[in-house]
């Protein structure tokens, strides 16, 4: 879908990259990264609002409320958009706290997205969940294909998108890739009510407070990856070879897969007074409890060489260093 140089397999060279949610957790960092690889003025970031930064200021950019099919189509013809990386969405405990809205914008945005790239042909990027699984998923290991039975209003959602790109695939040829992500840690932007965040706020208060209360019982495990890996595993994916993916849609993809407790031991090798005490949220925690412990992801590795660098320590080490030399107020704001 994506090419940097000239045609290699017989399919174009993409020239014209549109991304939503370009202000979120994931946004953020793509954009920048996309621009570095692609060419700043090949990549229109749009969002719902224009923050000063890399993202409005680096190339070009668009105010775009996802679910406005008529201002999407119209950027998507302006621009001469031939891949769509469609992020823009509410994350899964926020989402609890209003089904009906988050349906709309996650469900009814990965539709209005996907009807605009069949307009044109344009390739489609659907960042799916660990959340598209469920209490009834294997939680160990959990395959590539199996049950999936969500009890969120996101998952749901996430569900929905995978079908939605795997039928658009289907039906009108539609050159659509997507991966289930896996938790995110980053320290660009920060997540916005999702059930993960835990294992970025605790980064940020290891270094402000020295301590932090985790509102994820001890003992639960989930999937969870440093954001570099995932950019490289957005790009990767959109550059593999179309003949090798066999399953297309929602790759398994995780680098690690901890409690909170091992992060707390993590970060204790480099600050050895951090303390960690639990406020368990019942929400959160319920989320957390639905989904896998850990993902095989061996489907991603044989038919895209997907690769993550970054294990725990590795990432505890970078994530401590970034945020020490932001200074102990970045962060601020963090919580949900
Ligand atoms: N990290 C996300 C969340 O917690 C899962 O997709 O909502």
Redo the contacts with the bound molecule.
Sequence with gaps: ALRRGGPGDGYPAVKRILVTGSNGQIGAELVPYLRERYGAENVLATARRRVPGPVSEGGPFEILEVRDGRAFSGLMGSFGVDAVIHLAGV???RAEADPQGSWDVNAGGCFAALECARERGAAFFFPS???AFGPSTPPDGTPQVTIQRPTTI?GVAKVTGELLCDYYHLKYGLDTRGLR?P??ISYEAP?GG????YAVHIYYEAVSQGRYTSYIAPGTFMDMMYMPDALEAVVRLMEAEPSKLVHRNAYNVSAMSFEPGQVAASIRKRIPSFEIDYAVDPVRQAIAASWPRSLDCSAARAEWGFAPKYDLDAMTTDMLEKIQKRGPTAGSGLHF
């Design positions: 994350l899964s405990a969940s660990i959340a996101y992500f938790g995110l997540p999702g059930t993960t965040d």
